[in-house]
């Protein structure tokens, strides 16, 4: 059994905007960088045997907080990356809605269940590599909530429902895979 620690990046400025990122690559802002600093002062002490990280700056910049302090090397994977929201990136809800009245929510870019699918794969690759580990992988919102729908059995858009509360910046939620199944320890 592996033990993931999954946390979302730090803020950015897109994020305190309420702008679409998906695959855009904004840096953290200096909140996003202090938050930044903060988990890993919060991880401190704790046993973290690999460090993986979405490809994309505002993760890779969160997690090279965390590997400076606690000696790790971060392992980039594209796969972790967040939702392609396609021509919606940087855009608000109110400009979006603007552009396209009444567009459904992704009619542009990957489906939700295309991303967790993408994610979750990922996920269980990283938690058999390092079987009987404790990983530590940075991501995005999307992608935690893809494996909390795994670990509750539920397609990405139902769980979406049952749990809309989105991953707080720099947010830490762990999970057990064993024979590529998960379990939500929060």
Known sequence: MTELLLVRHGETDWNAERRWQGHADPPLNERGRAQARELAERLTGERIDALYTSDLCRARQT??????????????????????????????????????????????????????????????????????????????GGPIRAVRAAAARLRYEEHRKADPAAAKNCSVHGFTCKSGEFLSLD
Do not use: K, N, Y
Not at 111 to 122: H, I
């Open 63 to 140: 997690a090279d907080e965390v590997a400076a302090r606690l000696g790790l090397d971060p392992v980039p994977v594209a796969d972790l990356r967040e939702v392609d929201v396609g021509e919606w990136s940087g855009l608000t809800h109110a400009e979006i809605e603007a552009r396209w009245p009444g567009a459904e929510r992704w009619q542009v870019g990957e489906t939700p269940d295309a991303m967790a699918e993408r994610v979750v794969a990922a996920v269980r690759r990283i938690a058999d590599a390092h079987p009987g580990g404790r990983v530590l992988i940075v991501s995005h």
